[in-house]
């Protein structure tokens, strides 16, 4: 077999590092064992990874941390669906149409999750989500056996944190949003009982109606305040680059 058009599994970790800063040898080599990954071999037994398979890769990395799913569901739709040429109409997502609307992460959202399968169900190592926990951003729950468990409600944000360590953002950085967001809920706790007064009085009976008008108006609060807060932040930072374009001329 010809090797033009193949990689080693060293280079298919390298060239996939940059997107997934987690993969490596080892979990190309157990996706392989849990039978996602049938890559060709040569004659002395060196895995060889065709376009095919790297985007084979490619497409379970992201199932995994964008979507949340579990291997044997990912498992599942290939093999139901494969995963062949990308069509123009995937090309926004990456991914196959048969594989850009899973229903499974809403019902991931709804569970516990043992730490130890973070690996398996994010795609993201053990010691970042308990750097997570250390820094207050998720917390952690304690299971009647002793395990810490993950809870799906939180792994969009878990997903996020993981995106900003590409631009050098890590947990330890993060730890002011989390004494930011205990300030601020007193702000909008404040806020909403003005609005209940509003309303009809704090003691309102809170129906299927009023529950959905105090939604939108926390969701508006908190769009206003995140307008708000851009803001600031995007003068402060152009502030900072003229100063530096200034230093240079």
């Known amino acids: 077999m010809p090797d033009a058009g193949y990689l080693t599994i060293g280079k298919v970790v390298r060239k996939l590092q940059a997107q997934y800063p987690d993969l490596s040898i080892s979990k190309v080599r157990y996706l392989e064992d849990e039978g996602l990954l049938d890559p060709s071999r040569t004659p002395s037994g060196y895995r060889l990874y065709s376009q ?4 084979r890769l490619e497409t379970i990395l992201y199932l995994q941390k964008t979507r949340f799913l579990p291997l044997s569901v990912i498992k599942e739709r290939l093999e139901g669906n494969g995963s062949g040429p990308m069509g123009e109409q995937d090309e926004a997502l990456g991914l196959p149409s048969s594989l850009r609307l899973p229903n499974e992460d809403e019902e991931l959202a709804k569970k516990l999750h043992p730490i130890d399968r973070m690996p398996e169900v994010l795609g993201m190592s053990v010691s970042f989500v308990r750097q997570l926990s250390d820094a207050g ?3 952690l729950k304690r299971s009647p056996h002793g395990r810490d468990l993950v809870d799906g409600k939180d792994f969009p944000l878990i997903r996020a944190c993981d995106e900003l360590r590409h631009f050098g953002i890590g947990p330890k950085n993060l ?5 930011a967001a205990n300030r601020e809920s007193a702000m909008f706790e404040q806020a909403l009982i003005v609005f209940a007064r509003k309303g009809g009085g704090v003691q309102m009976e809170l129906t299927s109606e009023s529950r959905q ?10 769009s206003l305040t995140g307008n ?3 803001a600031l932040i995007r ?10 374009e200034d230093r240079q001329d």
């Open 213 to 222: 008008q105090f939604e939108q108006a926390f969701r508006q609060m908190l």
């Open 235 to 244: 003068r402060q930072v152009s502030q900072t680059f003229s100063q530096m």
């Open 228 to 230: 708000v807060r851009e």
């Open 52 to 55: 095919h398979d790297v985007h």
């Open 175 to 179: 730890r002011q949003y989390v004494t």
């Open 137 to 139: 951003l998720i917390a």
